[in-house]
């Protein structure tokens, strides 16, 4: 399958972090930290609460956590389980939450995802440049720890990006485009001359609301979700996209 049929080719790629590149503790994280909180510290609220060690699951954090800013990330969890006094709560688990998954990436419990790293490669040799664009601001940790070495190249993967604008407080959060408007001036490109790799819907509705090329990278059984936003092609592994399309300015599956 392909789309995005127009002259000339790609001359941008931005990539998402977390969940496109590598399969980050973001999720364990948030729900280990929120745990730590309501069995200690906030266990005094705790039975006014919804939450409970089973309610946090992995559709809580892909549909309404997955891809925003830690204070966005944590105000939604907290609204969800309906916990009191939220400014301040909100405040002290995004805080707490931090505190833990520098440890986990310290500790080196997270992986690359080889198909999206030998694909990031891949559009760097095809001359196209590559830029970096995640809400989290522990993006370039992790890129660091990725070598290249077993791909076949040298350094670590956020060497390999040409333009990483992860982590900054942007005004506006996605589903705005703002994040991947300012990769694409960054890359000194044209949003229409550009495309974004995300795994998340509200990912996906940034990256067609900046009118970029969207490849949807479903690695949380998502495939509608993400094609129902829009998506130009939805992959459950980077290696099936057709990289030679690209410089046909096509989206396309091999």
Same mark, same amino acid.
Do not use: C
């Given at each position: 399958?392909?789309?995005?049929?127009?002259?000339?080719?790609?001359?941008?790629?931005?990539?998402?972090?977390?969940?496109?590149?590598?399969d980050?503790?973001h999720?364990?994280?948030?729900?280990?930290?929120?745990?730590?909180?309501?069995?200690?510290?906030? $266990?005094?609220?705790? %039975?006014?609460?919804?939450?409970?060690p089973?309610?946090?699951?992995?559709?809580?954090?892909?549909?309404?956590?997955?891809?925003?800013?830690?204070? %966005?990330?944590?105000?939604?969890?907290?609204?969800?389980?309906?916990?009191?006094?939220?400014?301040?709560?909100?405040? &002290?688990?995004?805080?707490?939450?931090?505190?833990?998954?520098?440890?986990? !990436?310290?500790?080196?419990?997270?992986?690359?995802?080889?198909? %999206?790293?030998?694909?990031v490669?891949?559009?760097?040799?095809?001359? !196209?440049?590559? %830029?970096?664009?995640?809400?989290?601001?522990?993006?370039?940790?992790?890129?660091?720890?990725?070598?290249?070495?077993?791909?076949?190249?040298?350094?670590?993967?956020?060497?390999?990006?040409?333009?990483?604008? $992860?982590?900054?407080?942007?005004?506006?959060?996605?589903?705005?485009?703002e !994040?991947?408007?300012?990769?694409?001036?960054?890359?000194?490109?044209?949003?229409?001359?550009?495309?974004?790799?995300?795994?998340?819907?509200?990912? !996906?509705?940034?990256?067609?609301?900046? &009118?970029?090329?969207?490849?949807?990278?479903?690695?949380?059984?998502?495939?509608?979700?993400?094609?129902?936003?829009?998506?130009?092609?939805?992959?459950?592994?980077?290696?099936?996209?057709?990289?030679?399309?690209?410089? $046909?300015?096509?989206?396309?599956?091999?």
């Open positions: 399958m392909s789309s995005q049929d127009v002259s000339g080719g790609f001359r941008g790629a931005i990539f998402d972090v977390d969940g496109v590149l590598v980050s503790p999720e364990e994280a948030w729900r280990q930290s929120l745990q730590e909180l309501m069995e200690g510290p906030w $266990s005094d609220i705790r %039975a006014q609460t919804t939450w409970t089973e309610a946090f699951t992995p559709e809580l954090y892909h549909q309404r956590m997955s891809g925003k800013p830690r204070k %966005a990330g944590a105000t939604a969890a907290l609204e969800y389980f309906g916990v009191p006094d939220l400014d301040r709560r909100v405040t &002290e688990y995004g805080e707490h939450k931090q505190e833990m998954i520098i440890r986990l !990436i310290t500790d080196g419990k997270f992986s690359a995802y080889d198909d %999206a790293v030998r694909f490669l891949a559009v760097k040799n095809a001359g !196209i440049p590559v %830029a970096a664009a995640s809400s989290s601001k522990n993006a370039k940790l992790f890129l660091e720890r990725v070598d290249l070495g077993k791909y076949g190249g040298s350094g670590n993967l956020h060497e390999a990006f040409d333009v990483d604008v $992860s982590g900054r407080d942007f005004a506006q959060g996605k589903p705005h485009p !994040i991947f408007l300012t990769a694409a001036k960054e890359l000194g490109v044209d949003p229409h001359d550009a495309f974004v790799a995300e795994d998340a819907t509200n990912g !996906i509705q940034a990256a067609k609301a900046g &009118e970029f090329g969207a490849i949807g990278v479903s690695r949380a059984d998502d495939v509608d979700a993400l094609a129902a936003e829009g998506a130009d092609i939805v992959v459950t592994d980077m290696g099936t996209i057709d990289v030679a399309a690209l410089s $046909s300015h096509r989206l396309a599956t091999t």
